[in-house]
């Protein structure tokens, strides 16, 4: 396997500059990733404390949804909240895969071959998680008519989370969880076996691979639908889990992060049935 590196030495100096500078942007992966890391944790913090300042509760800032009427302009919200949820977490997996496609099209470029831009590569891998924002924001609605993010529920809205994270704990453990991750860590062996050179397969490439990561991380995000679509807090932690995933940390942390969500849906599971036992509700 290629692990992500800090940088690298490779120059782009037969890209046109737009790709060069694409290419340069994404030689320091993982400073790319500890930068969207911090930037959303910065979020999550100035967001509890604003939340707890409203409330004077940090546990239900932290732990309950904040879901409000599903207006139209709540759902425009809602849409470009998802979408910036995934492209957060899109960048410092995507930065490997297109390091590593603006080399190998620098070195064709220096060997007057025909090269696409690793813009349209990146075009690719975007609309994926721009697209999964689109169905996210239908069942964000759908679910909220339903009433099973009605913090007003109580047992609904805990056995509805606790199924969430039990799902996304068990998938830990799948698989195809494992067969995505590995792609998206080590993006080599893909375009070594799925190289185009015309803008519509190198596009083709980007979604292929775009996918692939969805694969890796979808059943993730749906904890969002549990803990608040808009709880940044929330959003800072699990893009600090997914971020260290693909950066090469191993089956184990991953094993040991479904073993953690499947204990916390096991607890909103029992705080939803201890609600029907008087005196006895977390």
């Known amino acids: 396997m290629v692990a992500m590196t800090d940088r690298t030495d490779q120059g782009f100096d037969h ?27 910065a979020l999550g913090w100035a967001a509890l404390a604003w939340t707890t300042a409203e409330t004077n509760d940090v546990f239900r800032a932290i732990c309950r949804p904040a879901i409000g009427a599903l207006t139209a302009p709540s759902v425009a ?11 957060a977490m899109m960048l410092p997996s995507a930065a490997p895969m297109i390091l590593t496609y603006a080399e190998i099209a620098d070195t064709a470029a220096r060997k007057k071959e025909t090269i696409v831009s690793p813009l349209t590569l990146a075009g690719g891998y975007t609309v994926v998680w721009l697209g999964f924002a689109v169905p996210a924001t239908v069942a964000q609605l759908a679910l909220s008519r339903a009433a099973l993010l009605d913090s007003g529920i109580a047992t609904s809205r805990d ?21 995505c991750l590995r792609q998206c860590q080590n993006p080599f062996p893909f375009f070594f076996t799925n190289w185009a050179t015309t803008t519509r397969g190198v596009f083709r490439l980007g979604v292929k691979q775009g996918l692939y990561c ?4 979808w059943a993730m995000m749906l904890v969002m639908f549990a803990v608040g679509m808009m709880n940044i807090v929330w959003m800072a932690g699990l893009g600090i889990v997914m971020t260290a995933e693909k950066m090469g940390t191993g089956k184990r942390f991953t094993q040991a992060v479904g073993v953690a969500l499947i204990l916390a849906g096991a607890a909103f599971v029992l705080n939803g049935f201890a ?4 005196g006895h509700g977390i």
Do not use: D
């Not at 790319?32 to 959303?40: F, N, Q």
């Not at 919200?77 to 492209?87: F, G, H, R, S, Y």
């Not at 969805?214 to 991380?217: F, M």
């Open 15 to 41: 890209l046109p500059p737009a790709a060069a500078g694409l290419g340069a942007a994404f030689s320091r992966p993982k400073w790319i990733a500890a930068g969207c890391v911090v930037a959303l944790t």
């Open 214 to 217: 969805l694969g890796c991380c």
């Open 77 to 87: 919200l809602t849409a470009l909240m998802w979408a910036a949820m995934v492209l």
């Open 275 to 278: 609600a029907h036992w008087p």
């Open 159 to 179: 056995l509805f989370a606790g199924a969430i994270f039990i799902g996304a704990g068990l998938y830990q453990f799948s698989a195809l969880k494992h067969a």
